[in-house]
């Protein structure tokens, strides 16, 4: 039971709990919703599960890219076996078209292509808002130095171009997602920077291509309604969930949970982690 397990940590939309072997984590999927620093908050029953499954399945794609990620295994409907790893204070945003907080500082209009995609950085504070914060206060307070910049810079540019093919084939915009990395030390003190939190509509926007209908956090956080139903259209287009999981107010069918494929991420596993290597990086922090 989850109960009997150690909690390390709680935030706003998951849970984290001592791991069944030494370095590793359960993380587990809340059906809270927060937005605006958490000013707005509610329950949306079914979001956990949701998010948990497509989490889970789109970073055993990334994995199978190149991308370390901490995930390695589906426990059951709302956990996640991951790696334990120092997790780095930055959110890393990028942008493909103009929405959000974006259109707001800059006068855009919500919808612009932007000429190319845009990343961002935001340093984790709630008390402070997650201010935006540029490379150089980065590396000025040690959030991360220049070789590990690089590193998460150059991973944030291969998920971009991924997930927007993976997702236009299935007819939907990547409007923009928000990543966190962490630090993995080996045996050896060698370093290992991976993906870390979760891949979801909770941190992704998500638009019909055709409509351009929201399917994404924006639901709640616009007052859009049928959050849960975002989530689910997107789940559906990813061919993780049956027809009658999630019937009406967010219900689930427990009957149909239990029979829920895992997700497993062999890969993670397997793969020989590739170390930050500390040589001179390239621009932009080139001296």
């Known amino acids: 039971m989850v109960t009997k397990r150690k909690k390390l940590y709680e935030g706003k939309a998951k849970i984290i709990y001592e791991g069944p072997e030494p370095g590793t984590v359960v993380q587990y999927f809340k059906d809270d919703a927060t937005a605006f620093n958490a000013q707005k908050k509610d329950e949306i029953s079914g979001k956990g599960v ?11 794609k990334l994995e199978a890219i190149g991308i370390p990620t901490h995930f390695l295994k589906s ?23 103009a929405a959000g907080s974006l259109c707001k500082r800059l006068g855009v209009k919500e919808g612009t292509y932007l000429a190319k995609p845009l ?32 590193e998460i810079v150059g991973m944030a540019w291969r998920i971009n171009d991924y997930m927007n093919g993976f997702f236009g084939g299935l007819g939907i915009k990547l409007v923009d997602f928000k990543l966190e990395f962490g630090r993995l030390w080996g045996e050896f003190d060698e370093l290992y920077i991976l993906l870390a939190d979760e891949i979801s509509p909770d941190n ?79 621009k932009p922090w080139k001296s």
């Open 204 to 282: 992704c926007r998500l638009w019909d291509a055709k409509s351009d209908k929201k399917l994404d956090k924006d639901r709640f956080r616009q007052d859009l309604g049928e959050v849960v139903e975002g989530y689910q259209e997107i789940a559906r287009r990813l061919g993780l969930i049956p027809e009658g999981l999630i019937g009406e107010g967010g219900q689930i069918n427990e009957a149909i949970a239990s029979q829920l494929e895992e997700i497993e991420n062999d890969l993670a596993r397997e793969r020989k982690l590739r170390s930050v290597k500390k040589t001179p990086p390239q």
């Open 50 to 60: 949701l998010t948990n499954r497509i989490s889970a399945h789109l970073m055993t």
């Open 75 to 97: 426990l059951n409907m709302r956990e996640q076996l991951v790696r334990q790893v120092d997790i780095i204070p930055l959110e890393v945003v990028v942008r493909n078209i």
């Open 119 to 150: 990343i961002e950085f935001y340093y984790k504070d709630d008390a402070l808002g997650d201010p935006l914060v540029s490379e150089d206060h980065v590396i000025t307070f040690g959030w991360a130095d220049p070789y590990e910049l690089e």
